[in-house]
């Protein structure tokens, strides 16, 4: 069992940066791939990206390449999401993401454990 809880959301001006953290508890953090989500109001949830559990190789969607950066800390249990060149579509809650398996999946099934989200908005 992994426990995730989110923080670093707030509001932010269109062009703006913002870094996301994601604190695990439980169990060993390094043992497990991350990801991290979003949902806006009214759409599914989206995957963003994802990160091996040694850190070493990551995976976006297209829709954040070169503005989205996934970064871990494993000696303290942490996963990060730096944000920049921020845009009003980005506004959302996002959420970080704990699976059992080293498959790459950007399907929020694949993922077993879930923080409680944190609001982020962008305005223009």
Do not use: H
């Amino acid at each position: 069992q992994v426990q995730l809880e989110e923080s670093g959301g707030g509001l932010v001006q269109a062009g703006g940066s913002l870094r996301l953290s994601c604190a695990a508890s439980g169990r060993t953090f390094s043992d497990y791939p991350m990801a991290w989500f979003r949902q806006a109001p009214g759409k599914e949830r989206e995957f963003i990206g994802r990160i091996s559990g040694n850190g070493v190789n990551t995976n976006y969607a297209n829709l954040v390449k070169g503005r989205f950066t996934i970064s871990r800390d494993n000696a303290k249990n942490t996963l990060y999401l730096q944000m920049i060149s921020l845009k009003p579509e980005d506004t959302a809650v996002y959420y970080c993401a704990a699976s059992r398996s080293t498959f790459i999946s950007t399907r929020s099934s694949a993922y077993n454990y879930w923080g409680q989200g944190t609001q982020v908005t962008v305005s223009s």
